[in-house]
């Protein structure tokens, strides 16, 4: 048995078999294996590589009679190697004598032969490099048995091991088979992390190596509560856990006896619970739990969702299908987010994945101030929208009042546009802001005049404020939502909203942290946009608590001068009132 640490994103608790996901072009870690098991590990290598054989003389099949057998002969070379037993006898013996996996001796053997290739004085055996590369993904593929395809043949149920998703692959995780998500990589934030917690399954992100010390088919429990990964565990654990997973069970049927209540405190303050989606489709999830509406739907999205950039009529025909599922709540559309963790491989002529620096680079309202026609398309879709339910725009990562300025006059040409050419719209949609970048909250005054709402997204304020990669897990713990800067931003956005009689809520996923529902409440945020699996949580503590004792609770915070000490005050508050949120769970340290 062997314990592991992360960073817990999403909770519950998860028993099943691991499924390790390729992690095509990162370094194999070095796995260690037993004496007694190094003879399955040569089993392993000799099965993978009689699979590669098969599969490589299909393909040169499959080439003799589409492109010729001349072309087809350049797979001798891989098939000669393949049964060189001198190269594959040297892989063997470094799995029986270093004892190591077959991964890590397939992928030093291979490395090396590919770096003395490249240094040849020979042209042609420098070609080949090439080639030792893609027969060393072939076997690693059939090791490791984890190419994308057969995580979708899938039969049963399983835990995703991976060194990293992107957002758009842990969005298309099918949450019937997939029962948890643990990676090496990633924030409390990253985007990856905020979709694990839409999906509803048990996630940790950041635990380094986990993918190095799990094999697939290998038993492991994800403790998404505490951020914990047990690898092979034995009987007690295992006792242990189901004991806590049926109290989580229990919890949850708690949680639905909400279900059509209001969120309401003990003082009979109303308070309004929004969710946020990045498809059409987990509008269902919200509503069933009660959401009042959207209060961010990241259209970005359709885009990472898409091998082609999503035309005007398709993202028409998405925003109606929200408007539609939403049955007259209300629809708030954030404006393309696209650049930093979430850039799309294949829409090359944007190049974002290129930036040295892409957190504080051509991300957001900045990559579409500077693609106009992208972001007019846009507009045009929502506008269009905008005439069939309560729609709402908002844009991202504003800055600076310019830039909040030339997007106000984006939306007023596009709305010409339309008018020019007889098509609906609604000229009156509301229009707002995220509060996601500091100097905005720090001028949120001069902001409120000039948007209908605020909405504050702590994941990037966060980031900005204390300086920190929201999705490095190496300073994973210097990321806080209670640092009592990152606090005193979102009192004073909450204040100037007042002062200025316009609407705030906050979607980062803050909001979706318990433990810092009665700040939040105190410092006079009455509007949460939470990811929807999390509602029913914050809706209890909302109904558990004064509007009094919340204040009194966002005083103590202001004494506070580090975030180790909100932070356990905060725990011990929540925890009074809901003692099933353990620790470790929230964003901060
Ligand atoms: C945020 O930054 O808090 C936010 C809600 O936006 P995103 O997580 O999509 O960057
Ligand atoms: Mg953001």
Not at 124 to 153: A, C, F, M, P
Not at 495 to 522: H, N
Request: contains cysteine; charged residues 25%.
């Amino acid at each position: 048995m062997q314990i592991k640490r992360g960073i817990p994103v999403s909770p519950g608790v998860a028993i099943f078999t691991a499924f390790v996901m390729d992690a095509e072009d990162q370094p194999v870690p070095r796995r260690p294996v037993a004496m007694a098991k190094t003879g399955e590990e040569v089993d392993r290598l000799e099965k993978a590589v009689a699979a590669s054989i098969v599969e490589i003389e299909g393909l040169t099949e499959q080439t003799a009679s589409s492109l010729g057998e001349d072309l087809s002969k350049i797979f001798s070379f891989h098939i000669g190697m393949l049964n060189d037993p001198q190269l594959i006898g040297q892989i063997k013996t470094m799995v029986r004598t270093q004892r190591v996996s077959a991964e890590y001796s397939v992928y030093t053997v291979l490395r090396k032969l590919a770096s003395t290739f490249a240094a040849h004085d020979s042209q042609l055996v420098r070609k080949t490099v090439t080639d030792v590369k893609d027969l060393e993904r072939r076997i690693l593929k059939h090791l490791i048995g984890s190419s994308r395809e057969d995580l979708k043949n899938l039969k049963g149920s399983a835990i995703v091991v991976a060194h990293d998703l992107t957002p758009s692959q842990t969005a298309m995780l099918d949450k019937r088979k997939i029962k948890a998500l643990v990676t090496d990589a990633g924030g409390r934030t990253s985007h990856t992390a905020i979709l694990a917690h839409a999906l509803g399954i048990p996630s940790i992100v950041g635990l380094e190596d986990v993918t190095s010390e799990v094999s697939t088919g290998d038993t492991i429990v994800v403790d998404g509560n505490r951020g914990i990964v047990v690898i092979d565990p034995d009987a007690a654990k295992l006792m242990e856990y189901r004991q806590e997973a049926r109290q989580m069970a229990k919890h949850a049927t708690m949680l639905r006896e909400l279900k059509d209540k209001p969120a309401v405190t003990k003082d009979g303050t109303e308070i309004t619970l929004y969710g946020n989606i990045e498809f059409p489709d987990e509008i269902h999830l919200a509503l069933s739990n009660d959401a009042a509406g959207i209060g961010l739907y990241r259209t970005e999205f359709l885009y990472l969702a898409s091998d082609v950039i999503p035309s005007e009529e398709s993202q028409y025909e998405s925003y109606v299908t929200a408007i539609q599922n939403l049955e007259g709540r209300p629809l708030t559309i954030r404006t393309l987010d696209l650049g930093a963790d979430k850039v799309v491989e294949d829409l090359t002529p944007m190049s974002l994945w290129q930036e040295r620096n892409p957190f504080l680079g051509c991300r957001s309202i900045r990559l579409c101030l500077q693609n106009l026609p992208l972001f007019k398309t846009q507009i045009r879709a929502i506008l269009r929208a905008s005439v069939e339910g309560p729609v709402k725009i908002m844009f991202p990562l504003i800055s600076n009042i310019m830039e909040l300025r030339q997007a106000k006059m984006i939306l007023s040409d596009v709305k010409e546009d339309l008018e020019d050419q007889g098509i609906p719209y609604r000229d009156d949609i509301p229009v707002g802001m995220m509060i996601e970048v500091p100097s905005a909250a720090l001028q949120a005054l001069t902001f409120a005049h000039e948007v209908d709402f605020f909405s504050i997204g702590t994941n990037d304020l966060i980031q900005y404020t204390v300086a920190v990669d929201r999705s490095n897990e190496r300073i994973a713990n210097l990321y806080s939502a209670a640092h009592p800067a990152v606090i005193t931003l979102i009192k004073e956005v909450i204040r100037a909203s007042q002062r200025a009689k316009i609407d705030v809520s906050l979607c980062g996923e803050m909001a979706s942290d318990p433990e810092f529902t009665m700040l939040l409440l105190g410092l006079g945020l009455r509007t949460f946009s939470i990811t929807p699996p999390a509602i029913p949580e914050i809706k209890q503590i909302i109904r558990s608590v004064s509007i009094e004792q919340c204040r009194r609770v966002a005083r103590k915070v202001s004494g506070f001068d580090s975030n180790r000490e909100v932070l356990n005050y905060l725990k011990g508050e929540a925890g009074k009132i809901m003692p099933e949120v353990v620790g470790g769970r929230s964003i901060g340290y």
